[in-house]
């Protein structure tokens, strides 16, 4: 299977850029552009046009499209993500030319600048054509060219494998779920798996049911569709850490909300996207194989829809979970940290030195802080969440760091159960959290991405629908945390 299976374009480097219909050229100077492919003509017209304040200046020159970009030389986070935007500008240009080839030549000497400008131009050049008819596909650059020599193969790769792996978050997120169940979601890690090169398991509802996973179990039982437990395993051979990372991501294919039945308008309509904490561990695990990367990483996705069908799980059930421990239903919505609860409590044989868990939890998170960022906490040690707020600035996927103090815990207090599943009528996204850290020993990080991974409107290089938020700053913090490059 091909690498490039979410990938709709090549990215390369490369000297010739003939073929291209569109050239882009980025700069800082126009003192700079001596080298460039302008011919002196044209350097003299976007001196003079330059001047009057213009800062991108498009040229026509024997049937290619020559757009001059000028960018800044600052390596900050707000500069590289401006140089992202700018990129995403001129992304757009060469679709509104249908350009099927699109050649970049900067003059700025800046490994970082060059990498934020192809990664915004590569990650805005997505479709979701796959339901579209032909006459209705919208249009895809195919290929795209650095012929300047300013960044590595290396480099080059690596912006590529987080694209496609940022696509194929994408892709899943945006898939419904009448395409698109729990069993089809472990097809997609095995897909990952084949294609990167790391293990996967894929446990059956016969053998959840052995684990005893009863929030699986039940979240699943008004379903018509049998849930599954897959296991990704990444272990090279010279691995840094003895003890292994984990993820887990929430698998709710889709969400009705079960008996506590959401309301449609602006709310049940979008719940595809309910699996984003999922698809966001297989990518990050497709991207971590991809690049080799000598860390230890195992991804556990607990799959199934939330519907209010058959003998569906009810308010006031209690439910015993995979660890024992015993939970009081309050609220079948309530549904996604029923299935990582199980998940975590599984991640204890494998003794890991660090455990995180992704999921689109709860509308609290988004509520206090918006789509601008994702909401985290937990247990870990602080390196590990500075790591995570500092690499999420550099590629613009942001953390808000929530408080865990032990008087949340007091809300998920129950006078049946072990546990309830539902905390007060306040800091709703501290007390989710609250709960999946019962259900593991370990150093935890949770993070809810309720407000990130889907979006309802195009923001730059991040589209309407599913955003692939996360993969790029937990690989960034990864190799971060582990000193690997």
């Known amino acids: 299977m091909a690498l490039n299976a979410y990938l709709p374009m090549q990215?390369?480097?490369?000297?010739?850029?003939?073929?291209?219909?569109?050239?882009?050229v980025t700069y800082n100077s126009v003192s700079s552009l001596g080298s460039s492919p302008l011919n002196k003509e044209q350097l003299n017209e976007l001196k003079a046009r330059t001047k009057a304040g213009e800062l991108n200046v498009h040229f026509w020159n024997n049937g290619q499209h020559i757009l001059c970009e000028k960018l800044e030389k600052s390596t900050s986070p707000s500069e590289l993500e401006?140089?992202?935007?700018?990129?995403?500008?001129?992304?757009q240009f060469c679709l509104g030319k249908k350009a099927k080839e699109v050649a970049v030549f900067s003059t700025l000497e800046n490994e970082e600048v060059n990498a934020a400008f192809l990664e915004g131009l590569a990650l805005s050049n997505y479709t979701f054509n796959r339901h579209l008819s032909k006459d209705n596909k919208k249009p895809e650059v195919q290929r795209i060219r650095s012929v300047d020599g300013t960044l590595s193969k290396k480099r080059i790769d690596e912006i590529k494998i987080l694209v496609e792996s940022v696509f194929m978050v994408r892709d899943l997120v945006n898939e419904p779920v009448n395409h698109l169940n729990a069993t089809g979601l472990a097809n997609a890690c095995k897909k990952a798996g084949k294609a990167a090169g790391f293990k996967v398991e894929v446990l059956n509802k016969q053998k959840i049911s052995a684990l005893k996973m009863g929030g699986l179990l039940a979240v699943n039982i008004g379903s018509p569709d049998p849930p599954t437990f897959s296991i990704m395993t990444y272990s090279p051979a010279k691995a840094v850490n003895k003890k292994p990372l984990v993820l887990v991501?929430?698998?709710?294919?889709?969400?009705?909300g079960g008996l506590s039945l959401k309301p449609t308008p602006n709310s049940m309509d979008h719940m595809k996207c309910d699996m984003g904490g999922a698809a966001t561990v297989i990518g990050t695990m497709q991207a971590i194989a991809s690049m080799k990367l000598p860390v230890k990483v195992i991804g556990l996705i607990p799959a199934t829809d939330n519907r209010p069908g058959g003998n569906a799980y009810t308010p006031g059930d209690v439910i015993k979970m995979h660890n024992g421990t015993t939970v009081e239903v309050l609220n079948t919505d309530a549904e996604g940290r029923m299935i990582l609860a199980d998940a975590?409590?599984?991640?204890?044989?494998?003794?890991?030195?660090?455990?995180?868990?992704?999921?689109?939890?709860?509308?609290?998170?988004?509520?206090?802080i918006g789509s601008q960022g994702s909401v985290i906490m937990g247990t870990a040690p602080d390196k590990v969440f500075k790591a995570?707020?500092?690499?999420?600035?550099?590629?613009?996927?942001?953390?808000?760091?929530?408080?865990?103090?032990?008087?949340?815990?007091?809300?998920l207090k129950s006078d049946i159960a072990d546990a309830k599943n539902l905390g007060g009528p306040t800091a709703g996204a501290i007390t989710a959290g609250k709960f999946l850290n019962r259900f593991t020993t370990k150093p935890h990080v949770h993070i809810d991405i309720a407000?990130?991974?889907?979006?309802?409107?195009?923001?730059?290089?991040?589209?309407?629908?599913?955003?692939?938020?996360?993969?790029?700053?937990?690989?960034?913090?990864?190799?971060?945390?582990?000193?690997?490059?």
Do not use: C
């Open 11 to 24: 990215i390369s480097n490369s000297k010739s850029f003939s073929n291209s219909q569109v050239l882009l």
């Open 82 to 91: 401006k140089t992202r935007i700018a990129a995403n500008k001129a992304m």
């Open 249 to 256: 991501g929430k698998g709710v294919v889709y969400d009705t």
């Open 344 to 368: 975590l409590s599984y991640a204890e044989k494998y003794d890991p030195e660090l455990v995180i868990d992704l999921a689109t939890l709860t509308g609290s998170a988004m509520a206090a």
């Open 388 to 411: 995570l707020m500092t690499n999420g600035e550099k590629v613009h996927e942001r953390f808000a760091h929530f408080p865990f103090w032990d008087e949340y815990d007091d809300q």
């Open 451 to 485: 407000g990130t991974a889907y979006s309802s409107k195009q923001d730059a290089y991040r589209p309407k629908g599913g955003t692939g938020i996360g993969v790029r700053a937990l690989v960034a913090t990864i190799k971060d945390l582990y000193n690997v490059d």
